[in-house]
């Protein structure tokens, strides 16, 4: 007999429920034990929070405020699952963990979610419309993209905006491919809903970070059907439809927003946060090829194997396949596009790992036996050079500075040494042995390995010097009951656990005229410069009440002598 003979059938089907959604459910659950075990870090965290803080104090769900002025930096919809997240689990858990209305866990759940719910979505997608054999592999790749970690669990927009667009990609591919027979319908018209999930998704891709969703969008499918010759897919696709509904949507809100902010927030929100933002940046301006070197640490280990991907592309002569074309269009087209503009950070481009992962994942669908060595030595070496280089650090390599600023960190870096140094180990035997189904599950759990400890036992030694818990501490007495003021732009972890707004001064002439009983909070790297009319001479007429190592930086209380 197959099973034993008392074995429940339910127990059964749950242990098959389990192994078939093993990807998802370990990323979950390495997620959250890392959530909690950090506070807000510096620079976008603390401000995300604040804006939570400041919309639950005014009871607001349709603008989001940032020291008590409407915040035009993104549209509405991570703000509102922040908020909706907070409000929940403050009165489930009767506020445990949370200081003046925000907790760094809760606000960081939107994006564990959105990570998690993706990555189950993208397993079952490449199940339904790829070969058999794709999905598990490019799962793990993508679950254990060094980026893709981080930004899901991380408290800023990017996770929650990559997923509902590249979703929104998939299901417009999906719909195609029944469309066009290269998978079976289901039922008939299961083309039509796939469209119209697409346009949804890409609506609330719009909501959450403007215009880029579908510029992005527009330039992807225009490319795909372009290399496809099937421009005539659009008469049949529901454009219409999709844009009917993505602006029965979007355009509320938008509306909504622009009469209650004003004009000057409407044109913050849609003209300068965007247009302006791509074609005269302000912030991390980088040169046209950032992205590649940006690459090989975001999608590292996995980025070794893109050359050995092009030449089984051109070898197999993949790109005959839609798929495949769509997949690698939706990476590099992203990639193109956000490289020809000023401002550059490696989190503008998650949207397309998700489509590299499955090319990588179809790299190991059916390997032959030299070639599952080749990659698996590959992936060795990606394994390797990250353990060599932790080993060196837990062996007193880099000299006395370096061994003194890593010396509260001995204890994670020689335990993720270990698990690197083992997990390189056990690839190089599966890759001499040629077993190539184990390679990627192999690399990807020690990559996980590598994370849970990292994340948890080394976020926890890290997180005092990065926390602002301590600096609202000691300020805390200090300013009860008076006016605070900021010295130049706000960092919102000054003020996000205190009950103070602290309204900002750019110019020197303000501070001439400051009340000697209010108080000004600023970053000692910013008082000390001679600029925006500052002098050593208006320095001396401030008094320094206090000074806490905060991130790296000192942040100061002042007070002007009378």
């Keep these: ?90 009165a489930l858990t009767g506020g445990l963990g949370f200081t003046q209305g925000v907790a760094a866990w809760a606000l960081r759940l939107p994006s564990v979610i959105a990570a998690v719910a993706f990555l189950s979505a993208f397993r079952r997608w490449a199940v339904r419309f790829l070969e058999p054999g794709t999905a598990e592999p490019a799962a793990l790749v993508l679950a254990t993209t060094p980026l893709w970690f981080w930004q899901s669990q991380f408290i800023q927009i990017d996770m929650l905006f990559s997923a509902l667009l590249a979703w929104s990609w998939l299901a417009w591919l999906g719909g195609y491919l029944l469309l066009r027979g290269h998978s079976a319908e289901a039922a008939s018209g299961e083309h039509r809903r796939w469209f119209l999930k697409a346009y949804f998704w890409l609506a609330l891709a719009f909501l959450a970070k403007g215009p880029l969703a579908p510029v992005l969008s527009v330039l992807v499918l225009a490319a795909f059907l372009a290399w496809q010759r099937d421009l005539a897919v659009l008469r049949r696709a529901g454009i219409v439809a999709g844009l009917c509904l993505t602006l029965l949507l979007v355009a509320p809100w938008y509306v909504a927003a622009g009469l209650k902010g004003g004009a000057h927030y409407a044109y913050e929100l849609i003209i300068f946060q965007n247009f302006q933002r791509a074609t005269h940046a302000w912030d991390h301006i980088q040169p046209w090829w950032r992205y590649f070197e940006y690459a090989l640490g975001d999608f590292f280990p996995w980025v070794l194997l893109l050359p050995a991907l092009a030449l089984h592309l051109r070898r197999e002569r993949c790109l005959g396949d839609p798929a495949k074309r769509f997949a690698l269009l939706a990476f590099l087209v992203p990639f ?65 500075k370096v061994q003194t600023q890593l010396a509260a960190f001995q204890g994670p870096i020689r335990l993720m040494a270990l698990v690197l140094g083992a997990g390189t180990v056990a690839v190089a035997v599966l890759a001499w042995r040629q077993q190539s189904r184990r390679l990627v599950p192999a690399a990807a759990l020690s990559l996980g390995l590598l994370y849970l400890v990292g994340g948890t036992w080394g976020f926890r030694l890290l997180d005092p010097q990065k926390s602002y818990r301590r600096w609202t501490g000691a300020v805390q007495p200090l300013i009860a009951g008076r006016q605070v003021f900021y010295w130049q732009t706000i960092r919102s972890g000054v003020m996000v656990y205190t009950d103070h707004l602290m309204p900002e001064l750019r110019r020197a002439e303000a501070l001439e005229t400051l009340d000697p009983e209010a108080r000004l909070v600023a970053q000692r790297s910013e008082w000390e410069q001679d600029a925006w009319g500052m002098t050593p001479a208006l320095r001396r007429r401030f008094e320094v009440l206090l000074a806490v190592p905060t991130g790296g930086g000192e942040i100061l209380l002042l007070r002007r002598r009378s």
């Design 336 to 400: 193109v596009f956000l490289s020809a503009v000023q401002s550059k950070q490696g989190k503008y481009l998650l949207m397309g790992y998700p489509f590299l992962a499955l090319l990588v994942g179809d790299l190991f669908r059916r390997l032959e036996d030299s070639r599952a060595r080749r990659l698996g030595l590959l992936l060795t070496l990606g394994l390797a050079l990250p353990a060599l280089a932790l080993t060196a650090a837990a062996t007193g390599a880099g000299g006395a």
């Design 1 to 90: 007999m197959d099973r034993h003979p008392n074995a429940s059938p339910s127990r059964g089907r749950f242990a098959e429920w389990l192994r078939a959604h093993a990807p998802e459910l370990l990323f979950a659950l390495l997620l959250l034990a890392v959530l909690p075990m950090r506070d807000l870090w510096a620079p976008d965290e603390p401000d995300f929070a604040q804006c939570v803080k400041e919309m639950r104090l005014r009871g607001d769900w349709l603008l989001p405020y940032l020291n008590g002025v409407p915040y035009s930096e993104k549209p509405i919809l991570y703000y509102w699952v922040m908020k909706g997240s907070s409000v929940l689990l403050d």
